[in-house]
């Protein structure tokens, strides 16, 4: 119906970040880039830059679940350019995509402060699949890092935002972690 009116914002834009944390959650990082790459692409298109940020970091998420950690960088630079600086969900975004980054490079430091500062973010909204992912990404970079008493703190804390929004996947996968297994997962 969106490609019948013309209205390609909409399906670059909501539809694309939909389609690719569904992806992502399902464990189908390569199906999740198509979508958001092709987004990317018509986003800038068209011009419009209110949702390019985000399919932006999506698709840095994406590249670097699939260990292409050059590319995800460079695409996280494409969203700073166009996030805005109160725009929390970029921010976060990018915040924990560039952590996990930092983490799988060794520089342990600096991923948990960016980890945190994502966390930070999105604590302040009420955006809860964000602090939702956010924690998880929180998790990551401490598990990388060695720290799995803190790494299960965040996760438990995942864990409790996921039973408030009633996000059933992400709370399984969550106390998934909890039990010291690793399901497929996006952070």
């Keep these: 119906t969106l490609e019948e009116i013309s209205l390609p914002v909409w399906l670059a834009g909501p539809f694309s970040q939909l389609y690719g944390w569904t992806e992502l959650l399902a464990g189908d990082a390569a199906a999740a880039e198509r979508q958001l790459r092709w987004a990317l692409e018509t986003l800038r298109e068209i011009g419009e830059l209110a949702w390019l940020s985000t ?52 520089d342990s430091d600096e991923a948990e402060r960016l980890a945190r500062e994502a966390v930070e973010t999105a604590s302040g909204t009420d955006f809860l699949f964000l602090q939702w992912f956010t924690l998880t990404s929180l998790r990551e970079v401490l598990e990388v890092a060695g720290r799995g008493d803190e790494a299960q703190s965040a996760l438990a804390q995942a864990v409790e935002v996921a039973g408030r929004k009633g996000f059933g996947t992400a709370a399984r996968r969550a106390n998934a972690g909890l039990a010291g297994e690793h399901p497929e997962r996006p952070s």
Excluded: F, P, T
């Excluded at 166009?82 to 996990?100: I, P």
């Design 55 to 106: 399919v932006a970091g999506m698709l840095a998420e994406a590249v670097r679940v699939q260990g292409r950690l050059d590319e995800s960088e460079e695409l996280l630079g494409v969203e700073e350019e166009a996030a805005g600086s109160e725009d929390a969900y970029s921010q976060a975004l990018l915040r924990s995509v560039r952590s996990k980054i930092r983490a799988r490079q060794g």
